[in-house]
């Protein structure tokens, strides 16, 4: 045995070898202005049949997304979820020019609220494609609201944003509609017919979690490893009267999953993004899109099946737990991979995250692949340095010093107390899974109780071998409470990413990117005539040496945390040379558009409609 850990277990990089990697960056952490005025708390109000696992419920919740909501041209406003105060937070980024409006809290109302719903998350999008930003906030114990931006407003208050319901038939003075429990939100114009569309991944089934007035109307998971009776997922279309549910998108035993993550782009080529949907206790899902406007389907695709790798790490096999999804191109082959947050504790729970990287050759064998139920990806984390890192949440990735290389950041930690109740976890996975639905048979995990409550954020950069160090300790970010979403953009236009960090019952905390030596970049906005984002447009600039880098605009997807609309590209040593660009992206009507460009380094913002037009 001794042998064999010898010969199979990861190189790690030196010391010296890290601390010369984490010269390349700089972050200064700086304190995310909140309002005052509102009652703290330490742990949610739940339902009687969880009272015992109080601190498993109150888990999750905070979130962070940053975008340009103001308008100022700049991604440098937040969008903050915390649940220390149950209030979803508008907030400047903290940055040189200073307070530019006060903090404040969305107000929902008039529409229908109580004591038993929470928010969970917060996504930036122009939802009526009016030009100005939105932002649609998800909840425990109901259903989605748009807060919808105000015309002819010029200053950022409550007052700035008119709440209207996602879904129809709620209620007024009450609310009487399902109660969704929610923790996945993913936007992308999943049918093709040039409007966003919206997913909806919900945890619990709909159901009085957080309502501590009643007993019983909820369960837990009926399996560890492959549980399929949680909250039902949901699409809904965008239609010119508002959004409306999407019919038999997918089988029903793949939307009954436990969501925690989702995350959508065009994987294949054809400007119809794809959908990974991360399930907690069992098997998450990769789904090909065969949608026509007005008729959003998918079929799912599965890893192929080889006697060298475990069941568990194929997709559409996995029994490992899915609680964070984002895609980027990690061994700059020009087709996207994935990243995808696991529970990985040693002594604790040791599963795997998964890096699974394309091994298709182009776009048109990633097509051919999946239309036959393929998908073409292989899990590379072990190798990669990637597969064990904590208990993990969000994970966001993108190129912190501009050397054309993707850095991955990942939020882990779950419940922060002084008992550690790791050896009851335990006892609970080796359990026969006809008990686990009961939440009466689950361990307690109550206030003050502990489950990898230490653990710190993880910030991976690659070495010159290929594999992936963390290097958060070295800079700082390594704060040792729990992390669960992650939102990255560049606030101040220096083209440098700059990371935002909803941490679970601790205070949100901001990243500000003042790298020493970073390389140059692309920067670009690319935007409908109406102003809206055009979400996933796809971008691949051609570097001079022939190698290809590739983005797209992220709509918002992950775990609780979302990126900015704007695409960055580090570009390495280029100078004011030029570069190859060619995009792709599909008009308001529909149609799918392709052009080639030369653009200098830096940021540039463009229009799409059926050409290209700089603004």
Not at 152 to 176: H, I, K, N
Not at 300 to 316: D, F, L, Q, T, W
Not at 570 to 582: F, H, I, K, S
Request: charged share 25%.
């Amino acid at each position: 045995m001794a042998v064999t850990y010898v010969v199979v277990r990861p190189a790690s990089p030196s010391a010296a070898q890290t601390a010369e990697l984490a010269d390349s960056f700089a972050f200064t952490p700086k304190s995310i202005p909140m309002p005052a005025g509102f009652d703290q708390q330490e742990i949610r109000r739940v339902n009687k049949d969880y009272q015992h696992i109080e601190a498993w419920i109150s888990s999750v919740g905070a979130g962070i997304a940053m975008n340009d909501v103001d308008g100022d041209g700049l991604a440098n406003d937040l969008c903050v979820t915390d649940p220390r105060i149950d209030q979803v937070v508008m907030t400047p980024v903290p940055d040189e020019r200073g307070g530019r409006y006060a903090p404040f809290a969305l107000d929902p109302a008039p529409l229908p609220m109580d004591d038993t719903m929470a928010p969970m998350g917060c996504v930036a999008g122009d939802f009526n494609e009016d030009g100005r930003i939105d932002l649609l906030v998800y909840y425990w114990g109901r259903t989605p609201i748009i807060f919808r931006a105000r015309s002819g407003q010029d200053t950022m208050t409550a007052a700035s944003f008119e709440p209207v319901e996602l879904a129809a038939d709620v209620g007024e003075a009450r609310y009487t509609g399902p109660r969704w429990n929610s923790n996945a939100v993913t936007i992308a114009d999943f049918d093709g017919d040039g409007h966003e569309d919206i997913f909806i991944g919900n945890y619990f089934p709909d159901g009085p979690v957080l309502d501590p007035s009643v007993r019983g109307g909820v369960v837990m998971n009926d399996s560890l490893s492959n549980a399929l009776n949680g909250g039902e997922d949901h699409i809904l279309r965008w239609t010119e009267d508002g959004f409306v549910q999407a019919e038999n998108v997918m089988p029903r035993d793949m939307r009954i999953g436990w969501t925690l993550g989702a995350a959508a782009t065009d994987l294949d080529g054809d400007q119809l993004p794809e959908l990974y949907v991360a399930h907690d206790f069992g098997t998450s899902r990769m789904l090909h899109n065969r949608s026509k406007p007005g008729d959003i389907k998918f079929a799912e695709v599965k890893g192929a099946h080889n006697p060298m790798v475990p069941k568990s790490k194929r997709i559409g096999a996995s029994s490992f737990k899915g609680m964070g999804i984002d895609f980027g191109d990690l061994d700059q082959d020009g087709l996207f991979d994935m990243f995808v947050s696991n529970i990985t504790t040693s002594f604790g729970l040791q599963e795997s995250n998964f890096a699974f990287l394309s091994t298709a050759d182009g776009l048109g064998d990633v097509r051919a692949r999946m239309s036959r139920g393929e998908a073409p990806y292989v899990d590379r984390s072990a190798p990669l340095g990637l597969a064990w890192s904590g208990w993990g949440w969000d994970v966001k990735m993108g190129d912190f010093d501009n050397d054309s290389q993707l850095e991955i950041t990942q939020a882990t930690g779950f419940v922060k107390g002084r008992h550690n109740r790791w050896a009851q976890l335990q006892e609970l996975a080796t359990s026969n899974d006809g008990l686990v639905a009961d939440p009466g048979w689950w361990p307690h995990v109550r206030k003050g109780d502990d489950l990898a409550g230490d653990q710190t954020m993880r910030f991976f950069a690659k070495t010159p071998d290929g594999s992936y160090a963390n290097l958060s300790d070295r800079l700082g970010m390594a704060v040792p409470i729990p992390t669960r979403g992650l939102a990255v953009g560049d606030a101040n236009g220096d083209g440098k990413l700059d990371l935002a960090v909803a941490r679970q019952w601790g205070e949100p905390a901001f990243y500000l990117n003042e790298g020493p030596a970073t390389g140059d970049f692309l920067g670009l906005k690319l935007t409908h005539p109406s102003g809206s984002p055009v979400v996933d447009a796809q971008v691949t600039v051609t570097l001079a040496d022939g190698t290809r880098r590739i983005s797209r605009v992220d709509g918002g997807g992950g775990h609780s945390g979302k990126r900015s609309h704007d695409v960055h590209i580090g570009l390495g040593e280029q100078g004011d040379t030029p570069v190859q660009v060619r995009l792709r992206w599909r008009d308001r009507s529909g149609e799918t558009h392709e052009k080639d460009l030369k653009l200098a380094p830096g940021w540039h913002a463009l229009q799409l409609a059926s050409d290209v037009k700089e603004r």
